[in-house]
């Protein structure tokens, strides 16, 4: 078995989101159906609703399941541009496509946040923007954050921009895919009107996640089919997929203490790395982070290529997120907080619910013995 080390990409299922779906699927039945298996599924639904509903400081009637963070965000940004008054929006450049691209695809003007080079929003542009807002050209102000950048790991100040968004009387989503049960952001007190979180993320199944929508906030999406989850996603309810999400979701939540813990585990990589490349660069290394997630750049080592020799010798990390690897261009928010040059040379290692102190020596030994190979041949990048 390859030591796994891409939980920001996937984090594999968890026994507790396993054994609750073969028990969901053990059950059947159609949550709309009125008969018992009907009334069964629907009662589990339900009960998974509830569990993520707490998890994330919402209400069950907040919560809509989806098919992940993607659509969640899409949907959103939807739901949001209901509002007759949402002539543009804001989205930061740190912002995972799912939302990016989504704002783009709305046809609105678009402006972009950019980042400081601690990997944090700037949050003084906002304030200045907002500051300088005019309602009746603008209209309502509508901004896209993420509360944890998934490249890097960087807690995003989502808190304090809600509190400057709801004084504005704009409107905030708030990307949650990588910070659920990671660093206890809670919905009811961000000032959220949005969150979008993912099931895949926390050792769920893929294709699940939710949007949290607060009862204050434009919503009227059109209905198209069933009208299952209160008209705003038409279809037949995935019953397995909500109870695994659930119980991955707690067993976050139960592992809290251990999660916290993997930090020492990330810094003994982080500490090996630089020990062996001095000028190793960690990307948001002076931010606060989720204690799963290192960035690091290596100057003049291609974080593609890095990947692949990882991969070769039995180890899967990525270079950025897992919708960017694979594309020529480094992902837009290393990009945005070290420049092109360096985010071609980064690489991201993010540890999960399973990673073992075993994981990250083997991890270590693997890129140590890799760069000592490659070292003497780097035309370091100035
Ligand atoms: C911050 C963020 N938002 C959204 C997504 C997309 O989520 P999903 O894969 O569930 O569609 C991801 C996935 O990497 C992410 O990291």
Redesign the pocket.
């Known amino acids: 078995m390859p030591v796994y080390l891409d939980h920001?990409?996937t984090s594999p299922i968890r026994p507790e989101a396993r054994d609750a779906m073969l028990k969901a699927m053990a059950v059947g039945g159609n949550p709309s159906s009125v008969h018992g298996a009907g009334r069964c599924a629907r009662t589990l639904f339900e009960n998974a609703r509830q569990t993520i509903a707490r998890a994330i400081g919402a209400r069950s009637q907040d919560v809509t399941f989806t098919?992940?963070?993607?659509?969640s965000?899409n949907l959103a940004i939807a739901a949001a541009q209901t509002c007759p008054d949402v002539k543009r929006i804001i989205v930061s450049v740190l912002e995972?496509d799912?939302?990016f691209m989504g704002a783009q695809a709305t046809g609105l003007p678009i402006e972009v946040i950019p980042a400081l080079p601690s990997g944090v929003i700037d949050l003084q542009w906002l304030r200045d923007r907002l500051a300088g807002w005019n309602r009746a050209a603008d209209g309502r102000p509508f901004v896209c954050l993420?509360a944890?950048t998934?490249e890097t790991g960087v807690i995003q100040p989502v808190d304090e921009a809600g509190a400057m968004i709801r004084a504005a009387d704009g409107l905030l989503l708030v990307?949650a895919?990588?910070t659920l049960g990671k660093t206890g952001f809670h919905f009811g007190r961000s000032g959220a009107h949005y969150a979008?979180i993912?099931?895949?993320?926390v050792g769920g199944p893929q294709g699940t996640?939710a949007l949290i929508v607060s009862c204050d906030s434009p919503c009227d999406l059109p209905r198209r089919g069933g009208g299952q989850e209160k008209g705003r996603r038409s279809g037949t309810e995935n019953v397995p997929g909500a109870c695994g999400f659930a119980a991955a979701i707690e067993a976050a939540l139960r592992d809290e203490a251990q999660y916290s813990a993997l930090s020492v585990l990330r810094d003994k990589a982080e500490n090996a790395i630089r020990a062996s490349a001095l000028h190793a660069i960690v990307i948001g290394g002076d931010a606060p982070r989720t204690p799963n997630c290192l960035a690091i750049a290596i100057p003049g080592w291609d974080g593609g290529m890095q990947v692949i020799a990882l991969d070769l010798a039995g180890v899967c990390i990525s270079a950025g997120?897992?919708?960017s690897s694979g594309k020529s261009t480094a992902p837009r928010p290393w990009t945005a907080i070290v420049g092109e040059d360096l985010a071609r040379c980064a690489i991201r290692v993010s540890l999960g619910w399973n990673t073992t102190e075993a994981d990250i020596d083997h991890f270590i030994n693997a890129w140590t013995r890799e760069y000592a190979r490659v070292a003497p041949r780097l035309k370091e990048i100035a």
């Open positions: 920001n990409a098919s992940g963070g993607t659509e965000n995972h799912a939302a993420q944890v998934s990307d895919v990588q979008s993912s099931g895949h993320k996640g997120s897992a919708c």
